[in-house]
């Protein structure tokens, strides 16, 4: 078994309550009855996580394997998050295919992997009808994150798809595209919802209260009206090399290191404006970003002090 699926098993695990331990390791199926009754779970949890690993690593577990274990886990915890739905809707005289599950498998995954090189895609299918979709997301250089998934719950022949929030928003309308391969695909206002179960009201009182500081702070600080535009700003580093570490050949080096930042839209004090309301950034964004229109200049030398 890989040890980067190993690392994922054992982070899923220790996120589990133990008193739910037995009970998502049995829906789980991966490790037989025979294997589960090997292990002592009045044990300390890092025993018991140990040899649970060991037991994985027996069967030699794929990152499939520890992915359908965090789904198991997330249908477990479902009313912990917070779910945006998608309404589907065919198009004038269409008539309404019959769903072929296996189909439908594929051609998510296959959509999805042409889009983005580097993606994982896990399902896994409940008695109601339902699947349950993971996606971790990766980027054209760096292979999937699988710690931030974006979790989709779709039921079949119905006209909803459930997307968990993700601060990963530039995904989404790739998602979007990728349920058109069999309906038309239209997002209805952003809400919380639970799948069919009782919401916990702390939850989305939290959500809408760091929602509304987003929108607090974005506007205190480039206001409510139109930004002037502009194309790019840029931005010059220069720096002593620092560490503590005697005889480095940087450290013995007496010019500065220098780098050059570039940032670059067609209307780029908007794009700053909308990161934070969007989930890509946090707030409130960097003074060296913000400063922007106060210094009425787009060009920065940065020095150490």
Same mark, same amino acid.
């Not at 994982?120 to 979709?133: D, G, K, L, M, P």
């Given at each position: 078994?890989?040890? &980067?699926? /190993?690392?994922?098993?054992?982070?899923?695990?220790?996120?589990?309550?133990?008193?739910?331990?037995?009970?998502?390791?049995?829906?789980?199926?991966?490790?037989?009855?025979?294997?589960?009754? &090997?292990?002592?779970?009045?044990?300390?949890?890092? +025993?018991?996580?140990?040899?649970?690993?060991?037991?994985?690593?027996?069967?030699?577990?794929?990152?499939?394997?520890? /992915?359908? @274990?965090?789904?198991?886990?997330?249908?477990?915890?479902?009313?912990?998050?917070?779910?945006?739905?998608?309404?589907?809707?065919?198009?004038?005289?269409?008539?309404?295919?019959?769903?072929?599950?296996?189909?439908?498998?594929? +051609?998510?995954?296959?959509?999805?992997?042409?889009?983005?090189?580097?993606?994982?895609?896990?399902?896994?299918?409940?008695?109601?009808?339902?699947?349950?979709?993971?996606?971790?997301?990766?980027?054209?250089?760096?292979?999937?994150?699988?710690?931030? *998934?974006?979790?989709?719950?779709?039921?079949?022949?119905?006209?909803?798809?459930?997307? +968990?929030?993700?601060? !990963?928003?530039?995904?989404?309308?790739?998602?979007?595209?990728?349920?058109?391969?069999?309906?038309?695909?239209?997002?209805?206002?952003?809400?919380? !919802?639970?799948?069919?179960?009782?919401?916990?009201?702390?939850?989305?009182?939290?959500?809408?209260?760091?929602?509304?500081?987003?929108?607090?702070? &974005?506007?205190?600080?480039?206001?409510?009206?139109?930004? *002037?535009? @502009?194309?790019?700003?840029?931005?010059?580093?220069?720096?002593?090399?620092?560490?503590?570490?005697?005889?480095?050949?940087?450290?013995?080096?007496?010019?500065? @290191?220098?780098?050059?930042?570039?940032?670059?839209? *067609?209307?780029?004090?908007?794009?700053?404006?909308?990161?934070?309301?969007?989930?890509?950034?946090?707030?409130?964004?960097?003074?060296?970003?913000?400063?922007?229109?106060?210094?009425?200049?787009?060009?920065?030398?940065?020095?150490?002090?």
């Amino acid at each position: 078994m890989d040890e &980067t699926v /190993a690392e994922f098993i054992k982070r899923t695990i220790l996120k589990i309550p133990m008193n739910e331990l037995t009970t998502i390791l049995k829906a789980w199926d991966f490790l037989s009855e025979n294997q589960l009754q &090997t292990v002592n779970f009045r044990q300390r949890k890092e +025993s018991v996580v140990q040899h649970l690993i060991r037991l994985c690593e027996e069967k030699r577990a794929s990152l499939n394997d520890a /992915a359908l @274990l965090d789904i198991i886990y997330t249908q477990f915890h479902q009313h912990q998050k917070v779910w945006d739905v998608f309404q589907m809707s065919k198009g004038p005289g269409e008539d309404v295919d019959l769903f072929d599950m296996k189909q439908f498998k594929n +051609s998510f995954k296959k959509i999805l992997q042409r889009a983005l090189k580097n993606v994982t895609v896990s399902f896994r299918e409940t008695e109601e009808n339902a699947v349950w979709i993971r996606i971790a997301w990766g980027t054209q250089y760096t292979k999937p994150n699988q710690y931030k *998934p974006t979790y989709v719950v779709y039921y079949s022949q119905t006209p909803y798809a459930f997307k +968990s929030s993700s601060t !990963l928003r530039r995904n989404t309308p790739l998602l979007g595209q990728t349920f058109e391969t069999h309906n038309s695909t239209t997002p209805l206002q952003e809400r919380s !919802l639970g799948l069919d179960i009782n919401m916990d009201s702390r939850i989305i009182h939290e959500n809408i209260v760091e929602k509304e500081r987003v929108q607090r702070i &974005t506007q205190e600080t480039f206001g409510d009206y139109s930004q *002037p535009q @502009l194309e790019f700003a840029q931005y010059k580093l220069e720096t002593k090399f620092k560490s503590d570490l005697n005889g480095s050949i940087l450290a013995e080096r007496e010019e500065p @290191l220098r780098c050059l930042i570039k940032f670059s839209s *067609p209307h780029l004090l908007e794009a700053l404006k909308s990161l934070a309301p969007a989930g890509i950034a946090d707030a409130p964004l960097s003074p060296l970003l913000t400063c922007i229109p106060n210094k009425r200049k787009n060009y920065f030398k940065i020095r150490d002090k």
